[in-house]
């Protein structure tokens, strides 16, 4: 890497700023939530319009374009044996209630933008695609081919990158900018639980609960409904007199009992960042309900532990720490509620022993508990002295003058899912985080990240070029 080159690099960025933020802009105005699949278009129609404005922007880039159905699409230039590759994802997880912005507007106030995507992945997505489109016209000695995927399914069930394994050629070494600076070397686990028991019935009957929108989301809003019997009333009358959390509300129709809870969203590999209303709805319910049911409602507040304390499958180890729990949906379904877990779990377990863990330990409790496990999606390690990883931290380095340790984290980003790939970071402080209500990133951070990544990229094609 030559300084020269960097410069280059970055004074074409600055060149292309306002470009940069009026692309992202657009994309950003794309409501790309998962939607009904359509023919080519298996994650919705607004998915299949996100991807087809990126892929027009690097037609009009001079870029090679690839679609592989609407489930994932690439855009390449260059000539060489070896190939780097950078992964974003298009689609966006769903809005949920409270936002003072326009989810989708894309305001700029105060020099944020504002709207779902901005930081996760739209932002990161974005400035990775003008790094290489600085590349392409800086850079054309370059002996090595560049390719930026677009991905439409990060967000629920990585459908886009397995059809990408199936067909399409491994990077020679890969990035995903979607974690934090400089890499992230270690990604926990990933397991999905459906957890299962039959609704309490007698003097005090649960009709229902339901909440959450997608597993790895903090429920920010529940709702329930309780039969109680007329001996029972003015028992539960005197408990709820006593009721002290003001994010619950409720009110009598007759002999049923209907509340609502509310609570605040967040990433579910962070679950204690955000107000579980679930967790909120199960420890009030706790509160409120006789003796005859204590058990029931005492297993059912403990299963919802961000630790995994009442699912039996705590977990530490030295390099990615605890193990996470994050309750993404409730519902009631023919007679059962049913409890979707959205489980990150440390780097030296094995879904398989999550899964004997929580079974075990379900099979001791009194109310009919049974699992079922809808994915696994394994972990992900480097060593810190593997040369991708440090060559990562070296030019972050070089370009903020930070030398930062690289990190471990509970999200999955696509690095875990293609070979020789690893996530980068995506922005600093004072940038929303992603999946919660008013999502935000700094204008200047993402122009300065795109000049980051344009350096990395650039240093990281040159040593696949001297290795070919």
């Excluded at 870029?63 to 230039?77: I, K, P, S």
């Excluded at 950078?86 to 936002?99: I, N």
């Excluded at 204590?294 to 961000?306: G, P």
């Amino acid at each position: 890497m030559t300084d020269a080159t960097i410069a280059k690099l970055h004074d074409w960025l600055r060149a292309h700023e306002q470009e940069l933020l009026s692309d992202y802009i657009k994309m950003l105005q794309i409501p790309s939530i998962e939607g009904d699949p359509e023919p080519n278009a298996p994650y919705g129609a607004e998915n299949r319009k996100a991807l087809d404005y990126a892929l027009e922007l690097s037609k009009q880039a001079g870029m090679t374009t690839t679609d592989l159905e609407g489930h994932l699409g690439y855009a390449e230039f260059g000539t060489g044996k070896g190939m780097f590759m950078s992964l974003g994802h298009l689609d966006v997880v769903p809005v949920g209630p409270g936002w003072k912005h326009e989810p989708f507007g894309a305001e700029i106030d105060n020099g944020y933008v504002y709207a779902r995507g901005t930081t996760d992945d739209k932002g990161p997505t974005m400035a990775s695609f003008f790094a290489m489109r600085a590349i392409k016209e800086c850079c054309p000695e370059l002996n090595v081919r560049m390719r930026q995927a677009f991905g439409c399914n990060e967000e629920s069930g990585f459908g886009c990158v397995t059809r990408y394994m199936e067909t399409e050629e491994a990077p020679t070494y890969g990035v995903a900018p979607d974690s934090g600076w400089p890499c992230f070397h270690a990604e926990k686990g990933i397991g999905n639980l459906i957890v299962s028991v039959p609704l309490v019935t007698g003097d005090f009957s649960l009709v229902s609960i339901n909440g959450g929108q997608r597993p790895n989301i903090v429920i920010d809003h529940c709702e329930a409904i309780v039969k109680v019997a007329a001996n029972l009333k003015q028992e539960i009358d005197v408990k709820l007199a006593d009721s002290w959390d003001r994010n619950v509300s409720f009110e009598w129709k007759g002999d049923e009992l209907h509340i609502t809870t509310l609570g605040k969203a967040a990433h579910g590999a962070n679950p204690f960042g955000g107000d579980s209303a679930a967790i909120r709805m199960f420890r009030f319910l706790r509160e409120i309900s006789p003796l005859s049911t204590a058990t029931y409602f005492d297993e059912l507040f403990d299963t919802s532990h961000v630790g995994g304390a009442g699912l039996g499958i705590t977990f530490w180890d030295d390099v990615s720490k605890d193990l996470t729990s994050n309750l993404g949906i409730v519902k009631t379904v023919n007679g059962k509620l049913e409890l979707l877990y959205n489980i990150r779990y440390p780097v030296t377990m094995t879904g398989d022993q999550l899964h004997q863990r929580a079974e075990s330990h379900l099979a001791k409790l009194k109310s009919g508990w049974s699992l079922t496990v809808t994915r696994d999606s394994p972990p992900l390690y480097f060593p810190t002295d593997h040369p991708l990883i440090t060559t990562i931290v070296d030019v972050y380095a070089d370009e903020t003058g930070e030398r930062l340790e690289p990190g471990t984290m509970g999200g999955g980003t696509y690095a875990r899912a293609i070979p020789n790939t690893v996530s980068i970071g995506t922005g600093w402080e004072g940038d929303g985080n992603a999946h919660e209500t008013d999502e935000r990133l700094k204008v200047d951070h993402l122009f300065k990240m795109s000049r980051i990544y344009a350096s990395l990229f650039y240093r990281l094609a040159k040593i696949i070029e001297a290795e070919a």
